[in-house]
């Protein structure tokens, strides 16, 4: 069971807006076992997007095309589905309801004259657009499906999960091979230490049990298994007892995908401890992360942002000698931000983060990506200093990230 995935317009070629279908799509294609061959990312033009057309149906079963449905010049993917199909582009009264529906939904009145949303090719189906108001297309032949979906990121998810897969189940669930993987999440240590110096053998001993790759991340290394087996449950026993007895074992973190500020919120809840953030170089970043995770309030306290020194100072209590001293970025610092949350704020654990984002504001002994976070608890403050690389949006992660791990640790050992 094959997939390709089209991603059409010009304005991602031009580096206007960034991608985020073709990612998403992969993602919802492999998790019901369908194998993505390819992912294009092409312009609105006549004979690529037919080059495309042809190429996917020689190789594959499904064709999945994000963008140049609405109404505009360049969205071309419909006539063009239609001449590569040789169907003729036609009004369609069925597809006209599904138009005012769509329409009606946010209290508008359709004029068809302004768009030609009703028309489609001959044979197609057109679907509802749960977000947004052109139809999609479903094209269904010689037990292949072609779909075409709006390129708006929210538009195309709620067509695919609520439009499309009954077509994609119906035609392909008896080819469907979901594939179970083991992911082993380590902290603090290299690839190249762990497969060159800790384990010279692993990758080699995990590639008994299926394709195995490896994942570089902020915190450290996720190291994946695509299990060839057919029971997972057996063979994540024995994957974990093969860890535990290299010199990984210490490194491993967690066995499993769940993103970090889940599981900070999962086991805060399971210890019934709250924990709140001093945020100055991730201006929110590390709150907004935990909110987006829902049920966050019951253990989430808040977050004082303190940007400026003089914020620090006065929310805070920061001493102005400490931060002429040490400077803002200083473990004498965000230890000082740290206790002061502590007092003002009343949770259990803190974090306090203060870095050098850039791309400007470094030193030779301070330089960009730099970053100095205490964490802890009433009494016991620990700091440290790290450096990483980036630009600023990037860093800002990397700094909200593993102040989240730090967290994650002395929740687990409160």
Not at 77 to 82: D, I, V
Request: aromatic letters at 8%; hydrophobic letters at 40%; a negative charge.
């Amino acid at each position: 069971m094959k997939a390709k995935i089209i991603i059409i317009g010009n304005e991602l070629l031009y580096g206007r807006i960034a991608d985020t279908n073709g990612p998403w799509l992969a993602k919802w294609l492999d998790a019901r076992g369908i194998e993505v061959c390819e992912i294009q990312v092409l312009p609105d033009e006549r004979e690529v997007l037919l080059r495309a057309f042809e190429d996917g149906l020689k190789s594959c079963d499904l064709i999945l095309t994000s963008g140049g449905i609405g109404p505009t010049k360049d969205d071309m993917t419909k006539s063009l589905l239609a001449e590569f199909t040789g169907k003729k582009l036609r009004p369609c009264e069925e597809t006209a309801k599904i138009v005012i529906e769509n329409y009606k939904y946010y209290d508008r009145e359709w004029t068809p004259d302004l768009n030609s949303y009703h028309h489609i090719p001959e044979d197609f189906i057109a679907t509802p657009n749960p977000k947004g108001l052109a139809p999609g297309l479903v094209f269904i032949n010689n037990n292949k499906l072609i779909a075409a979906a709006p390129g708006v990121p929210r538009e195309l998810k709620a067509m695919v999960e609520e439009e499309f897969a009954p077509y994609i189940d119906k035609l392909f669930k008896e080819k469907y091979s979901p594939k179970s993987r083991i992911v082993i999440r380590t902290a603090r240590v290299p690839e190249e230490k762990i497969f060159k110096e800790l384990c010279p053998t692993l990758w080699d001993e995990l590639s008994q049990f299926g394709l195995v790759s490896s994942l570089p991340q902020v915190i450290g290394v996720d190291i994946v298994v695509t299990l060839s087996g057919s029971d997972p449950s057996d063979e994540l026993v024995k994957i974990k007892k093969l860890i535990e007895k290299s010199a990984l074992n210490e490194h491993v973190w967690q066995w499993d995908n769940t993103p970090l500020p889940e599981l900070v919120i999962n086991e805060a809840r399971n210890k019934k401890l709250t924990f709140a953030f001093a945020e100055s170089c991730t201006g929110g970043l590390t709150a907004s992360r935990i909110t987006d995770i829902p049920g966050c309030s019951d253990v989430f306290i808040g977050s004082l942002v303190t940007y400026s020194n003089d914020a620090k100072t006065n929310i805070l209590g920061v001493k102005q000698q400490t931060l002429k001293k040490f400077g803002a970025v200083s473990e004498e610092v965000v230890e000082e931000m740290a206790c002061g949350l502590l007092d003002k704020i009343g949770a259990d654990l803190v974090l306090a983060f203060s870095g050098i984002a850039g791309p400007t504001g470094g030193s030779e002994s301070k330089p960009v990506g730099t970053l100095a976070l205490a964490s802890g608890k009433k009494g016991e403050i620990e700091k440290s200093i790290f450096k990483f690389a980036g630009d600023r949006e990037r860093l800002k992660l990397r700094f909200s990230e593993i102040g989240l791990f730090y967290l994650l640790k002395l929740i687990r050992n409160y």
